[in-house]
């Protein structure tokens, strides 16, 4: 019903940046907050960031301060930018979405995860 596709995730030097992007498609009547979370191997899905529809924003504590997440809602997209990047950031990227569908004449809530991202941060 509702899709997210992720992208621009890859390798990068510990200190570099990296930004990653969803975008959203499919019946969306209106997305309510997006977000991002990863998956280190080994480890629990964790939440890194997330947004409102109208634009506040949470951190997890260990990106606070280089990680800026963003949404553009005309695209139905939200971006993650990444700066200052560290070995302990290397993860699968996973974006969320929930929101209203509207099919057929129909109404419907959504929550829909992205296929994942790789980010491996180098030390």
Same mark, same amino acid.
């Given at each position: 019903?509702?899709?997210?596709?992720?992208?621009?995730?890859?390798? /990068?030097? $510990?200190?570099?940046?990296?930004?990653?992007?969803?975008? !959203?498609?499919?019946?969306? =009547? &209106?997305?309510? $907050?997006? $977000?991002?979370?990863? #998956?280190?191997?080994? +480890?629990?899905?964790?939440?890194?960031? !997330?947004? %409102?529809?109208?634009?506040?924003?949470?951190?997890? *504590?260990? /990106? +606070?301060?280089?990680?800026?997440?963003?949404?553009?809602?005309? +695209?139905? %997209? @939200?971006?993650?930018?990444?700066?200052?990047? +560290?070995?302990? *950031?290397? !993860? @699968?990227?996973?974006?969320?979405? *929930?929101?209203? !569908? =509207?099919?057929?004449?129909?109404? &419907?809530? =959504?929550?829909?995860?992205? #296929?994942?991202? #790789? @980010?491996? @941060?180098?030390?």
């Amino acid at each position: 019903q509702v899709q997210l596709v992720e992208s621009g995730g890859g390798l /990068v030097q $510990a200190g570099g940046s990296l930004r990653l992007s969803c975008a !959203a498609s499919g019946s969306i =009547f &209106s997305i309510n $907050a997006m $977000a991002w979370y990863r #998956q280190a191997p080994g +480890k629990q899905r964790e939440l890194v960031a !997330a947004i %409102t529809s109208g634009g506040s924003t949470n951190y997890a *504590d260990s /990106v +606070k301060g280089r990680f800026t997440i963003s949404r553009d809602n005309a +695209k139905n %997209t @939200v971006y993650l930018q990444m700066n200052s990047l +560290k070995p302990e *950031d290397t !993860a @699968v990227y996973y974006c969320n979405a *929930d929101g209203r !569908a =509207f099919r057929r004449g129909s109404y &419907s809530d =959504f929550g829909s995860w992205g #296929q994942g991202t #790789q @980010v491996t @941060v180098s030390s």
